[in-house]
């Protein structure tokens, strides 16, 4: 027993930093992330009009050489494949057997391998304001008493928007690694079929279609920022004394 009020002691103390930390979020942390992304998205790297700009300069992946308008894989085949594959006419459509050889490696898209570095950090930093946000608010609800739960509903539709807004947050992440399983997919295919363009042209066109969800994301973090500010500032009274302290006899 002699141990409850040092637990007490160190519960109180978890509560008024949690307070603290979340007043400073709400108040300093979210007004400056407003600006900072607004700025990003009129900055250089997503302020982009044509997509095309976000293609990897080199796929790495050497397109096959021709010799008389015939594959040279196919032209080095031994005799009666050959012979097969010239009575079929299908040769210059054949692939290589074996993926294409490369010196060295595959590299990744170095102009969204950027974007992911900037949009990370700033992925990661909102789901932890939120979860510091979820706590404060939690910690704040009153016991369960009937009647005068005006502002207590007011605190739980707030600890719902933050809630949401944290799922929403975390599958920002789960797109961003699912990018280089994906293209990485993408780029194994070409590899194998490195005379097809379509391929080629699907993986450039992936990038833009990725370049452009990243934005959206980086946009709705913002949005994020915007709305939570808001609603907590416009409901910060109820928010921080959901019940009223002074009660009046019933004469």
Not at 99 to 107: D, N, Y
Not at 153 to 167: C, R
Not at 172 to 201: E, G, I, N
Request: proline share 5%; net charge neutral.
């Amino acid at each position: 027993m002699s141990s409850v009020p040092s637990v007490a002691v160190e519960v109180q103390n978890l509560k008024d930093d949690t307070s603290k930390k979340a007043e400073y979020i709400v108040f300093t942390t979210f007004p400056k992330k407003v600006k900072e992304l607004s700025d990003a998205l009129q900055g250089s790297m997503f302020a982009v009009e044509d997509l095309s700009v976000m293609h990897a300069a080199d796929l790495g992946v050497p397109v096959p050489s021709l010799v008389n308008g015939t594959l040279e894989e196919v032209k080095s085949q031994p005799g009666t494949k050959r012979k097969r594959l010239e009575e079929e006419d299908v040769y210059p459509l054949v692939a290589p057997k074996r993926p294409a050889l490369f010196s060295g490696e595959v590299s990744s898209n170095p102009k969204l391998e950027a974007v992911i570095d900037f949009l990370k950090p700033e992925v990661i930093a909102s789901l932890n304001s939120c979860s510091s946000l979820k706590l404060w608010i939690q910690l704040m609800i009153p016991k369960i008493e009937d009647g005068n739960n005006f502002g207590v509903s007011i605190q739980e539709d707030i600890l719902s928007e933050v809630t949401k807004a944290e799922s929403d947050i975390s599958t920002y992440l789960d797109q961003m690694s699912r990018y280089f399983t994906s293209r990485a997919k993408m780029v194994s295919k070409l590899a194998k079929y490195p005379h097809l363009k379509d391929y080629r042209r699907a993986v450039n066109e992936y990038d833009e279609k990725v370049f452009f969800s990243f934005k959206l994301i980086l946009t709705e973090l913002r949005n994020i920022y915007v709305v939570l500010y808001d609603v907590i500032q416009k409901n910060y009274e109820k928010l921080i004394k959901p019940r009223n302290v002074n009660t009046n006899s019933l004469y």
